[in-house]
């Protein structure tokens, strides 16, 4: 089963309204959670790292006002797409490494969630 | 920032057929994994090589990983239709968690039964 949940799976909003995606570690604490991005026909694109109890990490070029990110506890960090505009519309998927083994996968591996669908009209 | 490169960016063959994709890297690594993702879904971990290792195996997949030529290559052998996917490759520069990985372009492959 999922070790990583993403909540929605898709969402459509109006241009100019927030839109919430909740990332949650399943069975496991997570203090490092990441959020990519991924346009049609590319590849992953790292925005930024969610710290648990502290301010996320974004890359370069990732406007943080625009994307926020929330890492309120070990098993969940949420994002936050405010303003959406069109070219917003995007894939957007979570990821956490494994810190605490409780029998699980290895702690070594990353698991993602299913992604969440975001289209912006 | 994209470091991977993928190649080829597509591959069409048929079912039974082993199927090879090569990615290259520019920085150091600490480990190198590969992924499926099939259309509009997540991603599939399938395997990770360590930066001191050269090949490793896992069912009908075999990676290996030159940090010479910073470039790995994932085979798939005696392919299926339910292979077909976009495979990428990923690197992982510390390994400690810290950081996230960096993604290659991705090969889309395609398996015709």
């Known amino acids: 089963g999922a070790v990583v949940s993403q909540h929605p799976s898709w969402v459509i909003c109006k241009s100019g309204t927030s839109v919430k995606i909740e990332c949650r570690s399943l069975?496991?604490?997570?203090?490092?959670m990441f959020w990519y991005r991924q346009f049609p026909k590319q590849s992953l694109m790292l925005m930024a790292t969610?710290?648990?109890?502290?301010?996320?990490?974004?890359e370069q070029g990732v406007e943080k006002d625009k994307f926020l990110i929330n890492h309120a506890s070990l098993t969940l960090s949420t994002l936050t797409v405010t303003s959406a505009h069109p070219e917003d519309s995007s894939f957007y998927i979570c990821?956490?490494?494994?810190?605490?083994?409780?029998?699980?996968?290895?702690?070594?591996?990353?698991?993602f969630g299913e992604g969440s669908w975001l289209t912006v009209v | 920032s994209q470091q991977g490169e993928e190649d080829p960016q597509a591959l069409s063959i048929q079912e039974g057929e082993n199927a090879t994709m090569n990615c290259s890297y520019k920085?150091?690594?600490?480990?190198l994994q590969w992924y499926r993702q099939n259309s509009g879904r997540g991603l599939v971990h399938l395997i990770l090589?360590?930066?001191?290792?050269r090949e490793k195996h896992s069912g009908r997949l075999r990676v290996t990983l030159d940090t010479s030529k910073k470039s790995s290559s994932l085979l798939i052998t005696a392919s299926r239709a339910a292979d077909t996917a976009s495979y990428f490759c990923?690197?992982?520069?510390?390994?400690?968690?810290?950081?996230?990985?960096?993604f290659g372009k991705g090969t889309h492959l395609i398996i015709q039964p």
């Open positions: 990821s956490a490494r494994i810190i605490v083994d409780r029998g699980g996968p290895s702690g070594n591996t990353i698991y």
């Open positions: 069975d496991f604490q997570a203090t490092t």
């Open positions: 920085t150091s690594i600490n480990n």
């Open positions: 090589i360590r930066s001191n290792e």
């Open positions: 969610s710290n648990e109890g502290s301010k996320a990490t974004y």
């Open positions: 990923a690197t992982d520069k510390t390994g400690g968690g810290a950081d996230g990985l960096t």
